[in-house]
């Protein structure tokens, strides 16, 4: 079995079969152009404990490189330098002008106190400060699996702290609370792009008929994966915007099904309050923890960690669409025998692209200092109040209350920020889709979006003179 950073190179190598970029440069675009690995100290209690860890500057190609860190006790520098190459490859997909980077911190959060937790990400900070690994125009973190909003206020915290007066220290890293430098939208940012991702590719007549299935998301059975940060929005956004029937979902503790479909909230709520999916009411729990993966389903969302869909249970998917949230689900062997049985797989470097983009919009907004829809909200509003009053004189009819308000609001920071992931999974879609349909041979989304990021990267790199 390919190992994950393997595998991305495969994908890689078999997009570069279908280009025509110099040697030398597509070597240039596959390597890590910076590793660090580190052990620090933290105290827990009385001991002291040894940790782990790494930051990966995939591509310097653009700066600042931009990428999530990740708390598990699983993490190694293969891993690391494949989340950190799927990046760079992510934020050329959707237009995001940055290089790509991952962090791997090496401890499993569920065993960690809130305390714990706060000192070993303080202390990965202060490692990346004294390297010169961190920093708005340098490398700007974000959350990853094991990580949110919190670690991310102490990461600014601790570098404010080291960077008395930098002016732009807000930006140093994204995903971070409202309150303190965040962005409205970056929580649901990766669900809610999943989200449009699929949405997209059930628009597209001609590819989902092949999987037999019809045009759009409403009424389409959905199997999810992991109930974190990403698959949970993933889920409630589905089935409250796209009507999508959630009909089972895999958790560290089990898998829970009901064929008649089950309240994504309801179950987001549950499991906060009991710790467990297990139980949920009208639920059955199925016999092993990763079942929900096996059931027919139009849509799977694999939301949890790289490597679930393998060459050892590949065969027993019967999904229509895989809709990889999570990054790297799909091992390239499972990858190659499940496209060529006819399943669509939607790929993770354009899937879950919705996080990197709006923390792109949080990073503008920081070293902007200006919250999105402040200076033009109310100006909106007063030229549409005009256009409407100007209407009624003109008919001579009132126009309902209702649509009075819904014609003269001004975009909020919200609007704006769910108006821009849309337009960007619906572009990034648009691209890759006509990229597969063009070019002779080439059998899947994933080899066409590896298509569009290396020659966005390679024209880069060739626009800075490096390689002529
Ligand atoms: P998270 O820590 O919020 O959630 C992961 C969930 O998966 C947890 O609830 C965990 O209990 C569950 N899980 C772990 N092992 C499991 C297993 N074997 N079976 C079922 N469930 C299991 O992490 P996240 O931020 O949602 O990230 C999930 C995936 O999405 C990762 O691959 C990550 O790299 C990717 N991703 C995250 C973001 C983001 O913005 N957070 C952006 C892009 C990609």
Redesign the pocket.
Known sequence: MSSFLGSVQMNFNKAASFMNVPSGLLEQIRVSNAVYRMNFPVRFGNTYKVIEAYRVQHSHHRLPTKG?I?FSEHVNQNEVEA?AALMTYKCAIADVPFGGAKGGVKVNARELTEKQKERVTRRYTMELIKRNFIGPAIDVP?????T?PKEMAWILDTYATFKTGEINAPACVT?KPVNQHGIRGRTE??GRGVFYGIRELLSQKNEVKKAGLDTGIAGKTMVV???????SYTAKISTEEGDVKLIAV???EGSIYNPKGIDAQALIDYRKENGTILGFPGTKTLPN??DALFLECDILVP????G?IHEGNMKKIKAKIIAE?????VTAEADEYLTRKGVIIIP?VYL?AG??TVSYFEWLKDISHVRFGRLEKRFQEQQAREVVNLIERITGKKIDKRDRQFIAKGADEIDIVRSGLEETMITAFDQIYSIKRKKKNVESLRTAAFINALSKVANDYMSLGIFP
């Open positions: 999530g990740r989340l974000a959350p990853d699996y094991g949110g995903g940012a990766t994966q992991g109930l974190g940060n990403v698959g895999a958790e560290y923890r990763d939301a949890a960690l790289e679930v949230a999570a990054n790297g689900p993770d879950n996080g990197v």
